[in-house]
């Protein structure tokens, strides 16, 4: 059966073109979720108003089953222009702006929720020019090998199982011995199995074989082959595995203990098996013009987030000044905490490009946000006496900013006439071009 593939765009909120009208049943209402850690989040919604069937998309990029038939594709695209101006669609490299914040991430914890992948699905075909996740997946696993490699591959004891000649070493397998060795009249050899300390063990071969599958793929995606930071990495990462073999049956890796010295191998790990299993365990898959994906989701808002945590970083690189993720309740976590001798501000990034266009923010915005500021917990980070009033800002994705400027985010031009210390600043995004 062929399958319709509809293909939209972020932010979307418009009837559906006429030629995919037909396509759906009148009563029955469409839709797919992206459920988080925190709840969950729509991704599109298809309901019909007023005779015509309409689409609603929200930040979520991928691409999903609509029902039997039908499936859809959601592009990383944004209007660039006004809203009273003819649209502009322009694409957001959404690699780029997840590779700006990797080196600013240190743990696989800050990158929770941003994918969801539903292997429990059917496959759908797509070109492999539509494939959004495979290269997420790639830069995030080679960003991850980057890291191991500088500390060095982790060494452990492995399984060996050798035909030893003149000598025997930890236990002699007699069936191989007597079948490979007395019966061929090989009477100095001998089956032996035993173990060896080094790099070449179980976690390391499966990192090497992921890492011979992405070497095929690179060249096939013009998205990450053209970007030297791949090929940078690429070099950097190959030679410390040369002595590593790529030989490893999957199931031997049921199960991977945490080890706090060597804290990357678990999220490493983790990817390898997604990417293996992105590829069906077949090399040959890697070359194919049309590939079969399983449904998924790639959450923009949370890259957003990476990608304003580099930008700030790169901004204030001393030790200290931009807290991220910083834990402010059980269930709630404030975006970015900046702290320098001179400011002191709560900072949210929300992917909300309507805010360009807009006096002032979001009433349920401006709630969490101060609601936030006013906790003891931040004050006490931030060393701020309770009788003064922390600043909040917020920033925003504006592809019409030429230059991002995160220098002096309290400046007069940023702030929000409505309310008391609070400031709105936009900031550009990586177009492809």
Known sequence: MVTNLLTYWEHYNNA?????????????????????????????????????FHL??????????????NAIYIEPKLNANNKNEPEEIVEINYLQMLFSALPYIDSQKELDDLFKIKWDKPLIEIHQTKDLLTPLLVIQYLNFLK?????????SYYKVEQNLNSKVKGKVL??????????????????????????NNLENRLLKKALIFIKRYLPTFKNISSQSFTADL???????????????????????????????????????????????????????ENISTPPF????????EYYILGLLKKQYPKKGEVLFQFKCHKAHEID?????????LVIDAKYKPQYKTINGIDKEDFRQISGYARLKKVYDKLKVNYDQNINCLIIYP?????????SNPTAEKYKIDKYVGFYKLGVNLPIVK
Not at 56 to 69: F, P, R
Not at 252 to 264: A, G, L, R, V
Not at 297 to 304: A, G, P
Request: charged content about 30%; overall charge positive; hydrophobic content about 35%.
């Open 147 to 155: 890291t191991i490699v500088r500390k060095g591959l982790k060494k």
């Open 398 to 406: 504006d592809l019409e900013i030429q230059n991002n400027d995160l």
């Open 174 to 199: 007699v069936g191989q011995t007597i079948k490979q060795n007395s019966l061929k009249n090989k009477q100095l050899y001998t089956y032996c199995s035993y173990e060896e300390f080094g790099i």
């Open 234 to 288: 690429f070099n950097f990462i190959t030679p410390a595995f040369e002595n590593v073999s790529e030989e490893i049956n999957l199931n031997d890796i049921k199960y991977n203990k945490p080890n706090t010295f060597y804290k990357e191998y678990t999220e490493a790990t983790r990817l390898a098996k997604l990417i293996l299993k992105r590829f069906g365990y077949n090399i040959a898959n890697v070359e194919k």
């Open 297 to 304: 989701w790639i959450d923009m808002s949370k890259l957003f």
């Open 16 to 52: 559906l073109d006429d030629k995919h009208q037909d396509l759906f049943d009148k009563k029955k209402p469409y839709g797919s979720n992206f459920k988080k850690q925190r709840g969950e989040v729509s991704c599109f919604s298809i309901i019909k108003k007023e005779g015509v």
């Open 56 to 69: 609603n998309t929200s930040y979520c990029i991928g691409i999903d089953w609509i029902d039997e038939i």
């Open 336 to 344: 970015y905490l900046l702290n320098t001798v001179d400011l002191k």
